[in-house]
C-alpha cells in the first residue's frame, strides 16, 4: 500500500461530485458492506452516487443499509467520470458491462485486499494483510473524515465477519479486532447482522447439505477433500446457488485435510470452484492457473467444462503444490 496512492485518493473522491462504485459477482458480505459503506459516507458529503453490481444482492445481506440502492450496470447510462472498483483483483472481476466502461471512464480507483490483485486502477490502494476490504474503507474514512455513522458501522463490521469467517480465519488481527470493537461502539447492529448471517438460512439451503455431504472425497492421503453441487439438485430441492455459501468449510474442517473444495455447476457449462487451505498452500497461485486469483488461505475461479472433467483437472493441480 503506497501512502502516496492513499492520500490521491482521498484528494480523488473529495473532488468528485459523481462518483461510481462497483464491486464483485456473486457479492459476498465484504465487496457489499465496503461498497455501501463508502457510498453512504460519499452521500452524506453531499455527492452522487451510484453503485452497481451485476448480480442480486443475497438474501442474508438484504439487511445492508442501502443495499436497495444497488443497480444493475447495464442500467447505468451515464458512467461517472470517477469508479471506484471495491474487493476486485482486476476490472473483469466486476463482469463484463463495467469491464467495458474502461474507455469511457477518466479514472479507476482500486481499493482491495487480494494477493492477486493487478494494480488495474489509475490510483490503487491494495493492502494484503488486511483481512477485508473493509478495514481499508475505515482507515479511508477517517482519513477523508467521514462520521462512522451506525449504518456505516454496520456495512463495515459485516465485511469483517464474513470475510474472516467470524474472526476465526488466520487473516483475523489483532487490528481487525480492535477495529470490529470500534465499530460496535459506533453503534454496528450486531443482533441484525447475527440474525441475518447466521440464523435465518432457508431450511432449503440445510436440505443441500443433505445432497452435498454424500458427495465428500478424499484423496492424496486424506490432504484433499471436496464436494460438488449440480443444477439438477438446486432444482430439485428449490435451492439457489448463494445457499452454498459456506459449503466448502466442511471438506476444510475435516483433521488431516489441507485443502478444502467445493465444486459448483453454473447454468452454463461452467463450474465456480472454491479453495480453501489450512496451513501451506497457497490456493491463490492454484485458483490463477484457472484464471481466477483471491488469498493464500481462500480463493475462486471459474472453469468452463463438464463437472468431472474440471474435478479432476483441479485435484490433480492442487495434489502438484501439496
Ligand atoms: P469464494 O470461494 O468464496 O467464491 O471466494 C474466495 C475468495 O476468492 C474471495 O476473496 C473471492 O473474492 C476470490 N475469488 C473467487 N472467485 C474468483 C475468481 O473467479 N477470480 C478472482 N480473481 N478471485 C476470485
Ligand atoms: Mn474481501
Not at 496451513?279 to 488461505?297: E, L, W
Request: net charge negative.
Amino acid at each position: 500500500m503506497t501512502m502516496t496512492d492513499f492520500d490521491k485518493i482521498v484528494e480523488a473522491l473529495a473532488a468528485a461530485d459523481d462518483i461510481t462504485i462497483a464491486s464483485h459477482v456473486i457479492p459476498d458480505g465484504d465487496c457489499l458492506g465496503s461498497m455501501l459503506a463508502l457510498a453512504i459516507s460519499l452521500e452524506e458529503l453531499g455527492k452522487k452516487v451510484v453503485v452497481v453490481n451485476a448480480d442480486s444482492v443475497p438474501d442474508m445481506l438484504k439487511f445492508l443499509p442501502s443495499q436497495e440502492k444497488i443497480t444493475l450496470p447495464e442500467k447505468v447510462t451515464n458512467v461517472s467520470p470517477l469508479l471506484v472498483m471495491v474487493d476486485c483483483t482486476d476490472l473483469e472481476r466486476a463482469g463484463e458491462t463495467v469491464s467495458q466502461w474502461k474507455p469511457k471512464v477518466k479514472q479507476i480507483i482500486n481499493i482491495d485486499h487480494h494477493v492477486s490483485n493487478s494494480y488495474f486502477g489509475h490510483l490503487n490502494l491494495v493492502d494484503s494483510k488486511a483481512a477485508a476490504t473493509a478495514e481499508i474503507i475505515y482507515s479511508l474514512l477517517l482519513k477523508i473524515p467521514a462520521t462512522i455513522t451506525p449504518e456505516v458501522a454496520t456495512c463495515l463490521y459485516t465485511g469483517l465477519a464474513t470475510d474472516t469467517g467470524s474472526f476465526q480465519y488466520e487473516n483475523c488481527t489483532a487490528k481487525t479486532l480492535r477495529l470490529a470493537a470500534n465499530l460496535m461502539e459506533q453503534g454496528a447492529d450486531i443482533p441484525l447482522i447475527r440474525e441475518y448471517l447466521w440464523e435465518r438460512k432457508p431450511l432449503s439451503s440445510i436440505k443441500l447439505l443433505t445432497h452435498a455431504l454424500p458427495t465428500l472425497t478424499l484423496s492424496h492421503d486424506g490432504k484433499v477433500a471436496w464436494m460438488s453441487v449440480t443444477q439438477e439438485v438446486l432444482d430439485k430441492i428449490g435451492s439457489l446457488l448463494q445457499h452454498t455459501e459456506g459449503l466448502v468449510n466442511y471438506p476444510r474442517s475435516i483433521e488431516g485435510v489441507e485443502v478444502g473444495l467445493l465444486f459448483r455447476e453454473l447454468p452454463d457449462n461452467q463450474i465456480k470452484v472454491s479453495f480453501r487451505s489450512k496451513k501451506n498452500v497457497d490456493v491463490d497461485k492454484v485458483a490463477a492457473q484457472f484464471g481466477g486469483g483471491g488469498h493464500k488461505r481462500a480463493a475462486g475461479c471459474t472453469i468452463k467444462g463438464d463437472l468431472e472433467t474440471v474435478i479432476k483437472k483441479v485435484v490433480s493441480s492442487v495434489g502438484e503444490v501439496l
